[in-house]
C-alpha cells in the first residue's frame, strides 16, 4: 500500500526529531567555543573522531542511488553489482595508506587547491568549476530527485514536496558545517544501516514464505536455489550483463579506476578525513570499509529477493512503470510496501537518512571548492573567516535551489540513477584520476601534461563512446573488450564497455602525460612537486590487522560467488 500509517510517521518524526535535536546540540558547543574559522566550518579540523569520519564516508557515499537503482540492479543482474562496494572496501585501504598522508603532509584541503599547489593555478581553476558543475548538475539533481521518487513510492506524498521536504532538511544540516554533519552522520548511519537490515530481513523472509518457511536463512537458502544465476560475482561474455560489468575487469581493470578516482580524488569523500591528523583519518577510513562490506546486504539482496518474488508470480503489477513496461528501479519501494506498519517508517527514515546526509555531504563539497578556491582566490582575496563562512552558508542555499528546480527536467528517472551518474562522471574520471596520481608519485609530471589530462581525457572517452558509429569494433570482440549492444534506434554495433573504455582512455592518458612531461623537461619548464617521504606510508599493526581481515574477507566472498 502506497502510504504511511500514523505508527509510520511517529517512527519517522523521532527519527527527524533525534537528528535535528543533536545536530543543534553540535552546533551550539561550536557556536559557544567561538570556532568561526573557516577550516572548522568546512572541514571540522581536529574534531571529528575516527567513528565520525568512517560513518560520514559512508552516510555521504550511501543514497537513492544505491538504495533504488543499485536494488534495482540486485534484481536485473543479481549479486555482481555488489562488487562496486566491495572493490570499495579495498579502494579505501589504498587510499587510506597511500593518498591521504600526501593530502594531510602538505595540508591539501581541497581538491583544487592540490592541483594549485602540485601544477598551476589555470588547472586548478578549470577543475574547480568544473567540479561544482558536475556535483551541482549531476550528483546533488540525481540524489535529490532519485531520493523523491523512492519517497513517493512508498509514502504516495507528491514529488515536488518530497524534493522541498529533502532540500530543507539538508540545508538545515548543512548550514551547521562539517562537524554537524560529520556526528549526525553517526545517527544516520545508525538509521540507515538498521532499518535497512530489517527491510532485508523482511523481504528475505517473504521469499521464504514461497517455500512454505519462515526466516532470513530460509529465504536467503530458497534464493540461492531459485536463482542460481543472481549469485555470480564475475560474469561470462555471453551474459546479457556483460557489458555493465565486463568480466575479470571489475577485478584487474577500469573499476579501480572508478572507486580510486571516488574514494581518492573526490572532494565529497576525501573532505571528511582531511581535517584529521593521519591516525585518526586512517582509522576512519577503515572503519569505513568495513561498513561497505556490509552495504550489498543492505542495497541488493532486497532487489534479487524482489526477483524471485517476481518470478515466482508475485509483484506483477507493482514493479511496472507509468509505461507499463517492468522496471526494476521499482524493486525497493515496492519491498517496503510489503512491510508492516511501525517497520515501514523505520525504513522509510533509513531512506530519508540516506538521501539527507548524502545531499547534506555533497552540498558542503559544493560551499567548500567554490568558497576557498574561487571566491578566496578570484572574488575577494582579503574576504575574513567570517566572510568565508558567511559565503559558504549562502552558497548551501544556492546549490540546492538551483538542483530542486532543474532536478525535473533532466530526464534522471528515465535514465536511471546509477547509469545518469556513471555515464556523465565516466567522461572524466580516467583524465581526473590519471593527473592525480602521477602528480602525487612522479615528480617530473609537468602542468601541460595536467592540462591534456583535464581535456584530453575528456575527449577521449567521448571518441571511445562514440567510435561504434564510425567503426566495427567485431574485431576486439575475441578479446572481450567489445560486445554486441542495441543502440538507441534498434541497431545493434559493437560498443566497448563502459568500464573498459576507462581503463583504456586511463592508460592513454598516462602515457601522454610522460611524453608531455619529458619534453617540457627538456625544455627547462619548471615543474612544481610535493612533499612525500616513503615513511609517510608507514602503517601501524592495528590498521595492518584491520587490512588483513577485510582482504581476508574479500577473498573468501568471491571464491564462494565467483
Same mark, same amino acid.
Given at each position: 500500500?502506497?502510504?504511511?500509517?500514523?505508527?509510520?510517521?511517529?517512527?519517522?518524526?523521532?527519527?527527524?526529531?533525534?537528528?535535528?535535536?543533536?545536530?543543534?546540540?553540535?552546533?551550539?558547543?561550536?557556536?559557544?567555543?567561538?570556532?568561526?574559522?573557516?577550516?572548522?566550518?568546512?572541514?571540522?579540523?581536529?574534531?571529528?573522531?575516527?567513528?565520525?569520519?568512517?560513518?560520514?564516508?559512508?552516510?555521504?557515499?550511501?543514497?537513492?542511488?544505491?538504495?533504488?537503482?543499485?536494488?534495482?540492479?540486485?534484481?536485473?543482474?543479481?549479486?555482481?553489482?555488489?562488487?562496486?562496494?566491495?572493490?570499495?572496501?579495498?579502494?579505501?585501504?589504498?587510499?587510506?595508506?597511500?593518498?591521504?598522508?600526501?593530502?594531510?603532509?602538505?595540508?591539501?584541503?581541497?581538491?583544487?587547491?592540490?592541483?594549485?599547489?602540485?601544477?598551476?593555478?589555470?588547472?586548478?581553476?578549470?577543475?574547480?568549476?568544473?567540479?561544482?558543475?558536475?556535483?551541482?548538475?549531476?550528483?546533488?539533481?540525481?540524489?535529490?530527485?532519485?531520493?523523491?521518487?523512492?519517497?513517493?513510492?512508498?509514502?504516495?506524498?507528491?514529488?515536488?514536496?518530497?524534493?522541498?521536504?529533502?532540500?530543507?532538511?539538508?540545508?538545515?544540516?548543512?548550514?551547521?558545517?562539517?562537524?554537524?554533519?560529520?556526528?549526525?552522520?553517526?545517527?544516520?548511519?545508525?538509521?540507515?544501516?538498521?532499518? /535497512? *537490515?530489517?527491510?532485508?530481513? @523482511?523481504?528475505?523472509?517473504? $521469499? +521464504?514464505? %514461497?517455500? =512454505?518457511?519462515?526466516?532470513? #536463512?530460509?529465504?536467503?537458502?530458497?534464493?540461492?536455489?531459485?536463482?542460481?544465476?543472481?549469485?555470480?560475482?564475475?560474469?561470462?561474455?555471453?551474459?546479457?550483463?556483460?557489458?555493465?560489468?565486463?568480466?575479470?575487469?571489475?577485478?584487474?581493470?577500469?573499476?579501480?579506476?572508478?572507486?580510486?578516482?571516488?574514494?581518492?580524488?573526490?572532494?565529497?569523500?576525501?573532505?571528511?578525513?582531511?581535517?584529521?591528523?593521519?591516525?585518526?583519518?586512517?582509522?576512519?577510513?577503515?572503519?569505513?570499509?568495513?561498513?561497505?562490506?556490509?552495504?550489498?546486504?543492505?542495497?541488493?539482496?532486497?532487489?534479487?529477493?524482489?526477483?524471485?518474488?517476481?518470478?515466482?508470480?508475485?509483484?506483477?503489477?507493482?514493479?511496472?512503470?507509468?509505461?507499463?513496461?517492468?522496471?526494476?528501479?521499482?524493486?525497493?519501494?515496492?519491498?517496503?510496501?510489503?512491510?508492516?506498519?511501525?517497520?515501514? /517508517? *523505520?525504513?522509510?527514515?533509513? @531512506?530519508?537518512?540516506?538521501? $539527507? +546526509?548524502? %545531499?547534506? =555531504?555533497?552540498?558542503?563539497? #559544493?560551499?567548500?571548492?567554490?568558497?576557498?578556491?574561487?571566491?578566496?582566490?578570484?572574488?575577494?582575496?582579503?574576504?575574513?573567516?567570517?566572510?568565508?563562512?558567511?559565503?559558504?552558508?549562502?552558497?548551501?542555499?544556492?546549490?540546492?535551489?538551483?538542483?530542486?528546480?532543474?532536478?525535473?527536467?533532466?530526464?534522471?528517472?528515465?535514465?536511471?540513477?546509477?547509469?545518469?551518474?556513471?555515464?556523465?562522471?565516466?567522461?572524466?574520471?580516467?583524465?581526473?584520476?590519471?593527473?592525480?596520481?602521477?602528480?602525487?608519485?612522479?615528480?617530473?609530471?609537468?602542468?601541460?601534461?595536467?592540462?591534456?589530462?583535464?581535456?584530453?581525457?575528456?575527449?577521449?572517452?567521448?571518441?571511445?563512446?562514440?567510435?561504434?558509429?564510425?567503426?566495427?569494433?567485431?574485431?576486439?570482440?575475441?578479446?572481450?573488450?567489445?560486445?554486441?549492444?542495441?543502440?538507441?534506434?534498434?541497431?545493434?554495433?559493437?560498443?566497448?564497455?563502459?568500464?573498459?573504455?576507462?581503463?583504456? $582512455?586511463?592508460?592513454?592518458?598516462?602515457?601522454?602525460?610522460?611524453?608531455?612531461?619529458?619534453?617540457?623537461?627538456?625544455?627547462?619548464?619548471?615543474?612544481?612537486?610535493?612533499?612525500?617521504?616513503?615513511?609517510?606510508?608507514?602503517?601501524?599493526?592495528?590498521?595492518?590487522?584491520?587490512?588483513?581481515?577485510?582482504?581476508?574477507?574479500?577473498?573468501?566472498?568471491?571464491?564462494?560467488?565467483?
Amino acid at each position: 500500500m502506497k502510504t504511511l500509517q500514523l505508527y509510520d510517521y511517529l517512527v519517522f518524526l523521532i527519527y527527524f526529531f533525534i537528528v535535528a535535536g543533536y545536530g543543534y546540540s553540535v552546533y551550539r558547543r561550536k557556536k559557544s567555543a567561538n570556532l568561526t574559522a573557516s577550516h572548522d566550518y568546512f572541514l571540522a579540523e581536529g574534531s571529528l573522531t575516527w567513528w565520525a569520519i568512517g560513518t560520514s564516508l559512508i552516510a555521504s557515499n550511501i543514497s537513492s542511488e544505491q538504495f533504488i537503482a543499485m536494488s534495482g540492479n540486485g534484481f536485473k543482474m543479481g549479486l555482481a553489482i555488489a562488487t562496486y562496494e566491495w572493490m570499495a572496501a579495498a579502494t579505501l585501504i589504498i587510499v587510506a595508506i597511500f593518498f591521504i598522508p600526501v593530502y594531510l603532509k602538505n595540508k591539501i584541503y581541497t581538491m583544487p587547491q592540490f592541483l594549485s599547489e602540485r601544477y598551476n593555478g589555470s588547472v586548478a581553476m578549470i577543475m574547480a568549476v568544473f567540479w561544482l558543475l558536475l556535483y551541482v548538475i549531476v550528483n546533488l539533481t540525481s540524489i535529490l530527485y532519485l531520493g523523491a521518487l523512492a519517497i513517493n513510492g512508498i509514502s504516495g506524498i507528491q514529488v515536488d514536496l518530497c524534493m522541498y521536504g529533502l532540500a530543507f532538511f539538508a540545508i538545515i544540516i548543512a548550514l551547521g558545517g562539517m562537524k554537524v554533519i560529520g556526528y549526525t552522520d553517526v545517527i544516520q548511519v545508525v538509521f540507515l544501516i538498521f532499518g /535497512g *537490515l530489517v527491510t532485508t530481513y @523482511l523481504a528475505l523472509d517473504k $521469499v +521464504a514464505e %514461497l517455500n =512454505g518457511q519462515s526466516g532470513m #536463512i530460509h529465504g536467503f537458502n530458497y534464493m540461492m536455489n531459485q536463482s542460481g544465476d543472481h549469485f555470480h560475482m564475475i560474469f561470462k561474455k555471453d551474459n546479457a550483463n556483460f557489458p555493465s560489468l565486463p568480466g575479470l575487469t571489475v577485478l584487474f581493470g577500469g573499476m579501480w579506476i572508478v572507486n580510486l578516482n571516488y574514494w581518492g580524488c573526490n572532494q565529497y569523500i576525501t573532505q571528511r578525513a582531511l581535517g584529521a591528523d593521519l591516525k585518526t583519518a586512517r582509522s576512519g577510513i577503515l572503519f569505513a570499509a568495513f561498513l561497505k562490506l556490509l552495504m550489498p546486504v543492505i542495497v541488493v539482496l532486497p532487489g534479487i529477493a524482489a526477483y524471485v518474488i517476481h518470478m515466482k508470480g508475485g509483484l506483477q503489477t507493482e514493479l511496472l512503470g507509468a509505461d507499463g513496461v517492468l522496471n526494476p528501479d521499482r524493486a525497493y519501494p515496492v519491498l517496503l510496501n510489503l512491510l508492516p506498519v511501525g517497520l515501514k /517508517g *523505520l525504513s522509510f527514515a533509513a @531512506l530519508t537518512a540516506a538521501v $539527507v +546526509a548524502s %545531499l547534506a =555531504g555533497k552540498v558542503n563539497s #559544493i560551499s567548500t571548492i567554490f568558497t576557498l578556491d574561487i571566491f578566496k582566490k578570484k572574488i575577494q582575496v582579503d574576504a575574513s573567516e567570517k566572510k568565508m563562512v558567511q559565503v559558504g552558508k549562502i552558497t548551501v542555499v544556492v546549490a540546492m535551489l538551483i538542483a530542486v528546480i532543474i532536478a525535473p527536467f533532466l530526464g534522471i528517472d528515465k535514465k536511471g540513477g546509477f547509469e545518469f551518474i556513471q555515464e556523465y562522471t565516466g567522461f572524466v574520471s580516467p583524465g581526473i584520476f590519471a593527473m592525480f596520481i602521477m602528480g602525487f608519485f612522479w615528480k617530473k609530471t609537468s602542468s601541460n601534461a595536467a592540462m591534456f589530462a583535464t581535456i584530453g581525457g575528456f575527449v577521449l572517452s567521448v571518441i571511445f563512446k562514440f567510435l561504434p558509429r564510425v567503426m566495427n569494433l567485431e574485431f576486439l570482440n575475441s578479446t572481450g573488450f567489445a560486445v554486441l549492444v542495441e543502440q538507441k534506434d534498434k541497431t545493434m554495433a559493437y560498443e566497448i564497455p563502459f568500464i573498459d573504455r576507462m581503463g583504456f $582512455v586511463f592508460v592513454i592518458c598516462v602515457l601522454l602525460m610522460v611524453v608531455i612531461s619529458l619534453i617540457d623537461n627538456k625544455r627547462g619548464v619548471a615543474v612544481k612537486g610535493l612533499e612525500v617521504d616513503t615513511k609517510m606510508f608507514k602503517i601501524n599493526n592495528g590498521f595492518a590487522v584491520g587490512c588483513m581481515i577485510i582482504g581476508g574477507i574479500l577473498v573468501a566472498l568471491y571464491s564462494v560467488f565467483w
